[in-house]
């Protein structure tokens, strides 16, 4: 594996405002850093903002435009046949629950839903509240299942996924790639076990649906809806260069269009379709943007898949970015191979490292290859939130806690669980993940030195005559 960056780093680095004050920002699976440009345009979008399909004048027609063509960048940067396909969410748990709400009235009494032990809350907490708290209130009975992982490696127990899914399986929910672990799981196997499973689907369909929880998988993974035949896929733009409170829910068109729209109000009514005993449902994929919708960060966020091609392939000038160029699925992949390549050499070079760390428990599979740009940790005898506070205290940026992956923390009997964890993306380098990795081992051997030194002064204080008086000790 070359340790060289397949690109200028420098060039990509320039775009960022973090470098500049000396930030070591290794919490990019929570938030990537928003690039420059990003930030300019949405300032520069103002003069012409106006409401999207509300509006006749230029302002608004100009936004509108800019609008709808931000769903067709990110139809084409997941492979998705159309805008049709896409639903703007404020963020993947919100996706998760836009597919939870739709669906839920379609489930039978005595189906199931099958989801993992490695999953983020947000595709798990949905399906338990859907199951205990919801559907029972309708007299339904609806049971979720949990598949498990190896605790040694963290990979997805596949065996026991396939024992879970059954005839009366409606979906199974998977993610992509583990927040924790960071093991990106076999999706075609995942697929091949929900197609089988016999599940007759409302339109006759025998199978059960897939959703991917895309979250820390589109941001650095080549991704494509229709090669991996997923029913749902969920991401976020805020891991992906973007904070502005968008996210993205992928579905195939036949089941946006038969489902139940998720939020009801303006714009996902056809236009005049509404009477005192008739709502007739907008057309795809309006149906599903109810209300006002976060118009300028949806078009800033699609602007962000433009600018992360140009950061991997053309740093030094804008091919997509801010052009009317349709986006080539063929530069996507280029695109996020290279993104895939480096992640993959900063992941390594950092399991490499942080093995050497005295007391440290790594989690996940040892295979760089097998994960995506993160790696958890803890340290023995010492609480990870401490950890992540002295290594903010040294300029690392790390996270601690328990990323919202509870259940594979209680899974591995964590005492407190929680873990700490380095996160990259590839505008790091290499210096970067040794001085996160440096000031690990700093804090971990000055923990050693102060231990020692307590040890020494208690034998001391120890050897004293225990009935010393205070004035006789000060004395
Ligand atoms: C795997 C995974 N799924 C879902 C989420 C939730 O994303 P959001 O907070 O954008 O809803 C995260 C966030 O960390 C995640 O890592």
Known sequence: MSAH???????????????????????????TQPPRAL???????????????????????????????????????????????????????????????????????GDNVVTTMMEHNSNYVPWYAMCRDILPRFGRRVEYRLARFDPANGELDLQH?????????????????????????????IRALAGASG????????????????????????????????????????????????????AKEHLLQTSLPFLYGGDMIAEGRVFPDRVDYNALPWKFAAGTPNILGTIVSAQALRLLLDLALTPQRATYFGTARSIDRAAVQAAMQRIGQWNRTLTAHALQRLAEVPGITIYGPRDAARRTALVAFNIAGRNPMELAEALNGRGVESRAGCHCATLAHHALGL?????????????????????????????????????????????????????????????
């Not at 399986?169 to 993610?175: I, P, Q, R, S």
């Not at 997923?230 to 891991?239: E, Q």
């Open 199 to 250: 599940y007759r689907q409302p339109d006759g369909e025998r199978r059960s649906y897939l959703l991917v929880d895309g979250a820390q998988l589109v941001p650095g993974t080549f991704t494509d809806v229709q090669a991996l035949d997923v029913d749902y896929l969920s991401f976020s733009f805020h891991k992906m260069l973007a904070p502005f409170g968008v996210g993205v829910l992928y």
């Open 5 to 31: 960056p397949p690109w200028n780093l420098d060039a990509i680095r320039s775009h960022f405002v973090f470098p500049a004050h000396g930030r070591v920002v290794t919490n990019n699976a929570a938030s």
């Open 39 to 109: 930030l300019a345009l949405f300032q520069a979008l103002a003069p012409a903002y106006d409401n999207v399909h509300r509006g006749q004048s230029d302002a608004s027609q100009i936004t509108t435009a800019r609008f709808e063509s931000a769903y067709d960048d990110i139809a084409r940067f997941i492979g998705a046949p159309s805008r049709r396909n896409i639903v703007v969410v404020r963020n993947t748990t919100e996706a998760h629950n836009a597919v939870m709400y739709s669906l839920m009235s379609e489930f039978r009494d």
């Open 415 to 475: 005492a407190i669980p929680a873990s700490c964890r380095f996160s990259f993306y590839f505008y790091n380098t290499l210096d970067e993940v040794d001085r996160a990795v440096d000031a690990l081992e700093a804090v971990v051997s000055g923990h050693r030195a102060s231990e020692k030194l307590w040890a020494w002064l208690r034998a001391r204080t120890a050897r004293r005559p225990q009935s010393a008086p205070l004035a006789t000790l000060k004395a």
């Open 161 to 189: 996924l396939a024992s879970l899914i059954d005839e009366r399986t409606k979906l199974v929910g998977c993610t992509g790639a583990s927040n924790f672990f960071g093991t990106k799981n076999p999706l075609p196997a």
